[in-house]
């Protein structure tokens, strides 16, 4: 491995902008870090090349950690997004920077220059000085000047971003040649999707100071992991189903089918050109989803863009909302030629829509529904600031049902809990998540009155069969939070050295699960005494806090968090329990 | 190709006699410019050259060479050297640790550097003198080493400096602020060490700026007068400054001989300071065009 970043963390006046990153990036690759501003891609490039100091982590190059080691002793290259050339310098001088700070004989730095202007198309340049060239050239010469002392890493930090169209495909074009005529391993920052393709062997998505997933860019976008990563590589429709035994239900093909609570709901991935639309339900190939009206119409030559509004009723509503401007409710749709012949369309002409293929996120919280006394009570929820950052930035549906509502849909057998059930704090809240989890919810949030995001986030699950499901909660969580986390297993006081063991292997086990399953970085540690005591306390410790508990069994959560959970409550809470163990009571279910 | 074509443009547009300006009012502030010059500069220097030239050549030669006058050139310009150099090098550092660190009192510290501006400089002098004398704090102290710093050329280096300082601190702060961190950055993934970096990248930046603040302290210097009276003792031949020695001969009624000193002080000044402006002429042309 050539690059090897492990639980890197930089913080930025408390919060951490580049959070538990870990990444290796092999000998030779061409690695692109994708995200949006500020979400912390150029300061972990930076901190890679020794110019913002970390932390927390360890950073190696080829096999040397270079945690503690100063920038100029790193042998990186690295080119800004400004091209950062001495303007006092010619283009020659500027080249031979670093040659000439070796003191390296001057005979052989205008050798090693003359090689480094023709790799990059530059040959004759030498006495111009940088304000004499364009921007293009000026950064092909950015680009020479960081090869210039043979580097082992090229660190490129939105090189493009300066320049127009044709000049960037022309220079994305030079410096891909370029690694790959010298084999160095590179990392490219961009907040450009189609950069990242064109250049990338494999992509890293971050948001937020998290590396959220990484892989082939083939791969990443055929099979998101996560929201984020499925919107911000391509468009794509973010639609709620369920997943039942028969495969993925949007809502109307399996409507005969009497549908039960334990289906549990999913966020799938529906890629423009994988709708289709159609006047009538029998000329659809697809499965049908449902109906709508066509929005708008804009033709881009070999392609045609379409934006359909789902009829109201239509199980389509359930498209995720929030997001771009409101449109986040429209279902967005790319149609080859051939479609756009055998069925030509108008605006506000009704289709029908099917799904060609959808492909279903991994990621436990899907939507969110209040579940409260009554409307005003809703209100005062859906402004809590935490609610709403997860729900803006997950792109979903919060949804409301009232207490009466919901006994009645229970007393029904219909459906009661949907996604994640919300619930105000107070003396009563522990005894409501116990019965909305035997109603069906897996994951219960709890938001007390006081209004603060969190900036740490504590995981505890009571035992092992909670795990999986309490970690995935957490990523889904984090994905969205810029919080730190922190995992936390508690024994009871004077247990045993050889349970000791056992417990730091479990923890230790959680963190290899999280970063294979969720590319999730947690930090672990282990305690000993009363487990609601000790979770309470930390809870106490200074700063905004944000607690996921994991129980395998809803009557846990009276029996040993009644206390924790209720009218003291401070901090947001999550209640995680995993479908399997929940025995009904209530006598509807599967 | 190119360079052709932009020596055509300007010759195509030249024959339309009022070109729209985009800033309007050309000619009322050139105008301006012109006037307030000659009113305020022009005539009073143009008075003194008269004055000065009406006397006897001979008398005029007498009033210049005379060995006190000399001296009195040698500590002026010397000193004005000497502090401003001394500020070159000390307003750097003040200029740097104000742009680039965030410390406790820095705004207080930055508002204090303007403070030489406001006081009226018979009060620096009279403050250097009661603390460097040798009944003073410092003046005390150091006299325990046998050096003396009120009453000798070396204090009017001092008030020189103090009245020098914020001119440097005020030209080289702008343009250290304008130094972009990323250059730094690229210097030292480069691998070049702070010194490299300082010596190779930040120097040549602000030389212009140095350069300015040099000039603008230099000639402060020179026609520093209240501050310097206080410390230097005046001795003549020994502490006495050419604005004193001229100040003395309008004392003494004068008047043709305190004008040919102040004609050549004219002129050197002129000298030194077109000499300094040419080099910062060179620097920037060095900075702008094409090197070779």
């Known amino acids: 491995m050539s690059i090897i970043l492990d639980q890197l963390t930089k913080r930025y006046q408390g919060l951490p902008v580049v959070n538990d990153v870990s990444l290796s990036v092999a000998e030779g690759e061409f690695f692109v870090l994708l995200g949006p501003s500020g979400s912390g891609k150029s300061t972990l490039l930076r901190a890679i090349a020794g110019l913002t100091g970390i932390d927390h982590g360890r950073i190696s190059l080829h096999g040397r950690d270079v945690t503690h080691v100063p920038a100029r002793r790193r042998e990186v290259g690295f080119v800004f997004q400004n091209y950062a050339l001495f303007g006092h310098m010619t283009v020659a001088d500027n080249i031979e920077f670093a040659l000439r700070v070796r003191r390296v004989r001057g005979a052989a730095r205008r050798e090693r220059r003359q090689e480094l202007l023709r790799m990059v198309a530059l040959e004759g340049m030498d006495d111009r000085l940088p304000s004499q060239l364009s921007g293009g050239q000026q950064q092909r010469v950015a680009v020479a000047r960081a090869l210039a002392h043979r580097p082992k890493v090229l660190l490129l930090d939105e090189p493009f971003g300066a320049l127009d169209a044709r000049i960037r495909e022309e220079l994305r074009t030079t410096i891909r040649k370029v690694q790959q005529e010298l084999g160095i391993t590179t990392i490219l920052v961009t ?14 998505v971050m948001n937020q100071g ?7 860019p083939d791969e990443l976008y055929a099979r998101p992991a996560s929201r984020f990563v499925a919107t911000f590589l391509g468009a794509a429709n973010l639609l ?7 495969g993925i239900d949007f809502g109307h093909v399996l409507v005969e089918r009497r549908r039960t609570p334990r289906d549990p709901e999913v966020v799938t991935v529906v890629r423009p050109q994988d709708i289709e639309l159609a006047p009538s339900r029998e000329r659809l190939t697809s499965r049908f989803v449902g109906q709508g009206t066509v929005e708008s119409v804009v033709y881009t030559g070999a392609f045609e863009r379409l934006r359909v509004r789902p009829l109201e ?10 997001g771009n401007g409101g449109a986040g409710s429209l279902l967005e749709v790319v149609r080859t030629e051939n479609e756009q012949s055998s069925f030509p369309l108008a605006l506000d002409q009704a289709v029908v829509v099917g799904v060609r293929r959808a492909h279903v996120l991994p990621t436990p919280l899907t939507s969110f529904t209040l579940y409260v006394a009554d409307a005003g009570a809703a209100d005062a929820l859906r402004a809590h600031p935490l609610l709403e950052d997860l729900v803006n930035r997950m792109k979903t549906r919060l949804t409301a049902m009232t207490d009466a509502e919901a006994d009645a849909a229970a007393a029904a057998g219909g459906v009661v809990a949907r996604g994640v059930a919300v619930i105000a704090a107070g003396a009563d809240a522990p005894a409501r998540i116990a019965r909305l989890l035997d109603r069906g919810a897996t994951e219960v949030l709890v938001l007390p009155a006081f209004r603060q995001v969190p900036q740490r986030v504590l995981i505890h699950w009571t035992d092992e069969a909670a795990r999986r499901a309490t970690l995935a909660v957490a990523a889904s969580v984090l994905r969205h939070v810029p919080a730190e986390a922190l995992c936390i297993n508690i024994l009871p006081a004077g247990t045993p050295e050889k349970q000791r063991d056992q417990s730091m292997f479990s923890l230790l086990d959680a963190r290899s699960e999280g970063q294979a399953v969720h590319r999730l970085d947690v930090r672990t540690e282990l305690r000993f005494g009363e487990t609601a005591t000790e979770l309470a306390r930390e809870l106490a410790a200074p700063g905004s806090q944000m607690l996921i508990l994991g129980v395998s069994d809803p009557g846990e959560v009276e029996r040993r968090f009644g206390g924790l959970l209720g009218a003291a409550l401070a901090h947001p809470a999550i209640v995680a329990c995993p479908p399997s163990k929940i025995v009904p009571r209530t006598g509807h279910g599967a | ?69 000399v001296a009195s050139y040698r500590l002026t310009f010397g000193a004005s050297l000497c502090a401003a150099t001394i500020n070159a090098f000390f307003g750097f550092i003040v200029a740097w640790s104000l742009v680039r660190y965030e410390f406790p009192g820095r705004r207080l510290i930055d508002a204090l550097i303007d403070l030489p501006f406001a006081l009226p400089t018979a009060v620096s002098g009279i403050a250097l003198t009661a603390v460097l004398a040798e009944n003073g704090w410092i003046g005390g102290w ?35 602020g304008e130094v972009e961190r990323d250059l730094e950055d690229a210097a030292e993934t480069l691998g070049a060490s702070r ?31 209240g501050s310097v009276i206080f410390i230097s003792g005046n001795l003549p031949m020994h502490t006495e400054i050419t604005p004193l020695l001229i100040v003395v001969k309008l004392e003494q009624f004068e008047y043709a001989s305190a004008a040919a000193l102040g004609f050549a002080m004219l002129v050197i000044s002129f000298v030194m300071l077109f000499a300094i402006n040419a080099v910062q002429a060179w620097g920037r042309r060095r900075f702008v065009a094409a090197r070779r």
């Open chain 1, 191 to 204: 907040h450009d999707q189609e950069e990242a393709f064109a250049l990338a062997d494999r992509i890293g």
């Open chain 1, 210 to 216: 998290r590396l959220l997933d990484s892989g082939r």
């Open chain 1, 240 to 246: 709620l189903a369920r997943r039942t035994a028969d």
């Open chain 1, 313 to 322: 009723g239509s199980s389509l509503a359930r498209i995720s909302t929030g």
């Open chain 2, 1 to 69: 190709m190119a360079p052709d074509r932009a020596r055509r443009e300007p010759r195509t547009s030249a024959p339309r006699a009022r070109q729209p300006s985009l800033l309007p009012g050309f000619g009322l502030t050139v105008g301006f410019t012109a006037f307030f010059l000659s009113a305020v500069v022009l005539l009073p220097l143009g008075a003194l050259v008269l004055k000065a030239l009406g006397m006897h050549w001979h008398a005029f030669w007498a009033v210049l060479l005379d060995p006190r006058a």
């Open chain 2, 142 to 176: 150091l006299a325990h080493y046998g050096i003396k710093v009120a009453y000798t050329p070396l204090g009017v280096v001092v008030a020189l400096t103090l009245i020098g300082m914020p001119f440097m601190v005020r030209t080289v702060q702008p343009a250290l």
């Open chain 2, 195 to 225: 010194f490299q970096i300082l010596r190779r990248i930040i120097l040549p930046s602000v030389l212009p700026a140095v350069l300015t603040g040099f000039t603008l302290a230099f000639a402060r210097a020179i026609g520093e007068y």
